[in-house]
Structures are given as C-alpha cells and as structure tokens.
C-alpha cells in the first residue's frame, strides 16, 4: 500500500488527475477493503481476485498474474506448467501421484512440524518459505502426535555441468573436487542432507525442478495447491457419527429416510474407475 501510495503521488503530479487514471490498474478483492474503495471512488480498472480464495493461494489467478506479465515473466509458460502438473496429479494408475506425496508429508508431520530446508539455489528461498507457509497450514486444534517433515527443493544436475579445475591437488581440503562439475557437487549436498535427516529420524520429501523458470514454477505452485486441498479433504472426512446415519438410513431404520435417499443418490453417481 505504501508503495502503491508513491507511485500514486508521482503519476498525479506529472500527468494531471485524469491522465494519470489510465496509467493505473489495480489487484484486489472483488467487494470489500481498502482498495476496493479507492477503485471505486477513483475509477481505476482493476483485476479481481477470488474472495473465496487465500492471497497467498491466488498466484495463479489473472490479479496475481497481471504484474508479472508487467515485469516481463512468461505467464503462459507458468499457466501451462501448472496445467501439466494437474494432468499429472489427475492420471489414473496405481502410483500415488506428486500431490498425494506432499499431502501426505503434511499429515505425518506433527502440528507446525513441516519445515522447507533452504535451497542450495538461493533463488529459491521465496519459493520454499512459500511452500512451507503453505502447505504447513494452521496447527490442528487438540493434541496430536506426528513427526518433523522436511521438504527440499533442488535443481536438477545441468546437462552441460560447469567443470571444477584441477589445481592445489596437494590439498586435501580443495583437490578432491578436481574434475567435478558444480552441478554434481551441488547434488551430493542434497543426498547429503537427506541420510543426514533419515538418521535423525526425520522424514524427507524432495522436489527437483529441472531448471529455474516459468514452467517448472507453474508446476510447483499447481503441485502445492493440489496438496493442500488433498490435505484439507482428509483432516475433515467425515466423522464416525456421519457414518452411522448413513447406515441407518441404507438398512431402512425408521426416521433416517433422508440420509437413506442422499445414500442413494451418490451411489448412483459414483464410478467405478474411482473406487479402489
């Protein structure tokens, strides 16, 4: 806000107040907050993002990506690596697909104990403390036991790795890298820290990104979302009570003829490619 208040001031003082109207365009919500207000009481155009929806699960959404199309990112590589990554998480085969791996991450680990390792690419940070905030969620209410997860991401080895020279072969401490290529070395980091963590005691999930780009951005964001959601599904399965009824209700006990009739209806529209 503070930066949209500069910016705000400089237009109006070089182009006039009504020129510098269509120089602007604003991200927020649809009907409510502070912005919204000045949208309408100024005019400005704007990009709506879903009310329904967390900011920080918007990223997706055209106001999210409408200022990274300004500074030139390529949107719809990031919009087809998420559709890839969905494609992905929908196949149907006996494998548990990429979501299902990082849902389960979360439903192991014990309350706030799902921890992104920093990246060796320090280009990442953002990406993993955004992961972490976001698939780590709010802590569960009541007591609950589970055990640390930690998530890392990592850079695929470069098809064409950057060799190390071969110099100060008489060092210990340098010369056994002679001949390695960074890519590698950055490689060994990350198994390194994986044993170390396996004998710690805590569990590992990895995530390696072929490269730092648009696409493979797109397919970690679609990949987070869809776990988070897989997550959330579970926590709130319904309940043992639930259950009951339904049962009553299919073996014709007077009083659940409610629950025996929505019985029925989602009998009748449940596939059978989707029961294991």
Request: proline fraction near 5%.
């Amino acid at each position: 806000m503070g930066h949209f208040l500069i910016v705000r001031e400089r237009l109006l003082r070089e182009l006039g107040a009504v020129e510098y109207q269509h120089r602007v365009v604003v991200t927020t919500r649809v009907a409510d907050g502070a912005l919204r207000q000045i949208v309408n009481d100024e005019g400005f155009r704007s990009l709506a993002l879903p009310d329904d929806t967390d900011e920080a699960a918007a990223l997706l959404a055209p106001g999210a990506l409408f200022p990274l199309a300004c500074v030139g990112i390529g949107v719809r590589d990031l919009l087809a690596g998420g559709a890839a990554m969905l494609d992905r998480c929908a196949a149907h085969d006996d494998s548990l697909h990429p979501a299902h791996l990082v849902a389960l991450a979360r439903q192991l680990a014990g309350p706030l104990e799902l921890r992104a390792a920093q990246p060796a690419a320090h280009a990442l940070d953002p990406l993993a403390a955004w992961i972490e905030r976001r698939v780590a969620g709010d802590p569960p209410t009541g007591e609950r036991e589970g055990r640390r997860v930690v998530l890392s991401i990592a850079i695929a080895p470069p098809a064409h790795d950057h060799a190390i020279p071969k110099v100060y072969q008489d060092l210990d401490g340098v010369g056994y890298l002679g001949g390695r290529g960074l890519g590698e070395i950055a490689a060994h980091e990350r198994v390194g820290d994986e044993l170390t963590r396996w004998a710690a005691g805590e569990l590992t999930i990895a995530l390696t990104l072929p490269e730092i780009g648009a696409h493979a951005l797109g397919q970690v964001v679609a990949l987070t979302e869809a776990a988070v959601r897989l997550a959330r599904e579970t926590a709130d399965a319904p309940s043992l009570h639930d259950e009951r009824r339904q049962v009553y209700g299919l073996a014709g006990r007077p009083g659940y003829e409610a629950e025996r009739a929505e019985a029925q209806r989602v009998a009748a529209r449940r596939e059978d490619r989707y029961v294991a």
